[in-house]
């Protein structure tokens, strides 16, 4: 094995391992002495979950941690190997791929991945156009027109971002098919907890739809 594969296996492996470490679940547990699997409706160890049962104190500083765990393995790569190399697809997805599917959690599910995806996007800097792509997109399906459930609305919106990742041809290769790869890890999780909800659009002067 040569040294160039050598040095992507490692960033791939470190990506991983930083999104094992599931901070949606384990700073409650410490701060808070909960475990917000339990307590919320989908079981998911989740930031928006955090912010549900653990308040938001905890809830900025799960988002935080884990912002910080998909980016900061991108961030570091990006400074030491060739981005246009299709190999750092999966170093761009190895943290989403590690809080899907966490190697320290036996026993548990992953989480959905949506908070440590923006991460790994925000690890690209100084390229933020998927990242911005991704953000203006749940701003649309939750200010504009808003996608009920949140199911549907992630769905939607990752299916919609791959889209345009595939149109942008200023991205290189790699990073477009780690895009890629992410979005189905994310969209494979929501189906994982999908529970028969009907998809509802409704536009912001409306009233939400009861059991929605």
């Known amino acids: ?71 900061l393995p991108v961030w570091f790569a990006l400074r030491k190997i060739d981005i246009s190399n299709l190999l750092f697809a999966l170093v761009l997805a190895a943290p989403v791929l590690g809080h899907a599917f966490p190697v320290f959690w036996k026993g548990q599910h992953g989480g959905k991945a949506i908070a440590v995806s923006f991460g790994v996007l925000l690890g690209l800097y100084p390229n933020l156009t998927p990242a911005f792509t991704l953000a203006a997109l749940y701003i649309v399906f939750s200010l504009v027109i808003i996608i009920q459930p949140h199911f549907f609305r992630s769905v939607i919106t990752f299916l919609l971002f791959t889209a345009c990742c595939l149109c942008d041809k200023t991205l290189p290769a790699a990073v477009t098919t780690g895009c890629f790869i992410l979005s189905v890890t994310v969209i494979g999780k929501h189906f994982a907890r999908y529970h028969g909800e009907h998809i509802a659009f409704r536009l912001p002067w409306r009233k939400p739809l009861k059991n929605q």
């Open 1 to 71: 094995m040569n040294r160039t594969i050598m040095e992507y296996l490692f960033f791939i492996i470190a990506g991983y391992l930083s999104g094992s470490i599931m901070y949606a679940s384990l700073l409650p547990r410490i701060i808070r002495q909960i475990d917000i699997s339990e307590l919320s409706e989908d079981g998911n160890p989740g930031t928006a979950n955090a912010f549900i049962h653990a308040g938001i104190p905890v809830g900025i500083l799960v988002i935080i941690c884990e912002l910080l765990k998909g980016a």
